[in-house]
């Protein structure tokens, strides 16, 4: 067996599985930046409710994000990463997408017109 086939993979390449979609990439991105809201993501992205929560269940399943319930609300944030390699090219990835100004800025004016709590 090579050398090449002992080389543990799998971790990244569930990473990047994950990450082969546009929308999902976007909520990577807004994540990036902050903790949000279910509703967040959705006005955000322009995404329906079901497609919203059916691609945060991907992300999840992945080890990606991670939720917290308030009441019957549902935040989402990135995962830290247990896999050495995953991690740090999940923070890369992160670390590009906060530089991004315009999406911070958009997210600020999304939290402040509809509120921090605007699900509720």
């Known amino acids: 067996m090579s050398v090449a086939a002992n080389v543990e993979v799998r971790p990244v390449s569930q990473l990047f599985k994950a990450l082969g979609d ?15 809201c279910v509703c967040h993501i959705q006005e955000a992205l322009a995404l329906s409710q079901p497609n919203a ?4 269940g991907i992300l999840k399943a992945a080890g990606i994000v991670e939720d917290r319930r308030e009441g019957s609300w549902v935040y989402y944030c ?7 390699d995953r991690g740090r090219q999940l923070r890369l990835l992160a670390r590009d997408f906060a530089k991004r100004g315009a999406l911070r800025r958009h997210l600020e004016k999304l939290v402040r017109i509809r509120g921090p ?4």
């Open 53 to 56: 929560s059916r691609q945060l």
């Open 78 to 84: 990135l995962v830290a990463q247990k896999d050495r």
């Open 22 to 36: 546009e929308t999902r990439l976007r909520i990577v991105a807004l994540l990036a930046q902050r903790s949000l």
């Open 117 to 120: 709590r605007a699900c509720r």
